[in-house]
């Protein structure tokens, strides 16, 4: 982990998850805390070699990468979490992540690991979408769900702190399909990146970037191309096809690898939710049909 500078007041430490920093006037802002204790141990020991303050933490959204580690500086420095009024639900609550992973059912143990299910925090204030202020810090948030229900991206001169609004261009390759929650909103979230005038951003897995039209982009491609090959396919079944054997054609097709019973159950999630927006598009119809659930093409 490193603490890499993109103007006077904004940096951000490097990682598997970027965290974000800013200072100003004497006071430091982190946006997100990393996965555990350990990694936030890291982000306090770098600051106090670098005698930086940490005076407010914002929690973009209710992954355990995001948030796992907002216990420890809890409890540690006593500094007041913000994070968006739904993902907070689930950071007071973690276990929720694993609920709904499991459809619902009270997950098996398997699934109670720190990768889906964070320590749970108190959040001291809801951080709303617009232009705020928080001490030294004049920033603007922007709405930007579909990766999660209510996730928040941050403003800060001109720089984008994106949280997992978009991945870098390699992340993206990497994952195939990338985790959402909901199609549309995710494509949504990130036509409304494009509309941004800014002089960089910085997402939640990538690299920083000033020109980052390109990565969008790629963002945006990558999930219309999911849903037109589950589409294709939904379609191409003359009688239809269950909900079980098009994900296995998904997991085919993308070459999806899933060892643990958690990436499986994270990738039927993103699967589901490009379900969903073909369903509300329109364009294809959910029954029930031989005790699975059942997709077919709408006629046009
Ligand atoms: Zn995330």
Redesign the pocket.
Known sequence: MELIGISDCCHYFSGAVNIGYVNKEGQGLLIDSGIDKGTAKKVLKILKEHQLPIDHVILT?A?T??YGGASYLQKELSVKLHAPQLEAAIMEHPILEPIYLWNGAVPIKKLRNKFLEGEPVIIDEFLVEGQQELGSFHFEAVHLPG??YSQMGIIIDGILYG??SYFGTKVLEKHKVP?IVDAGATISSLEKLKSLTLQGALP?HGDYETAFDGTIQANIDCHNNIKLFLLNHIKSSTDGISMEALMKRMFDHFGLKAREIGQWLLYRTSFTAYISSLIEDGTVAISVNEYTLWLKGEPL
């Open positions: 959204h992954h990468d995001h990766h999660s949280a997992d985790f939640g």
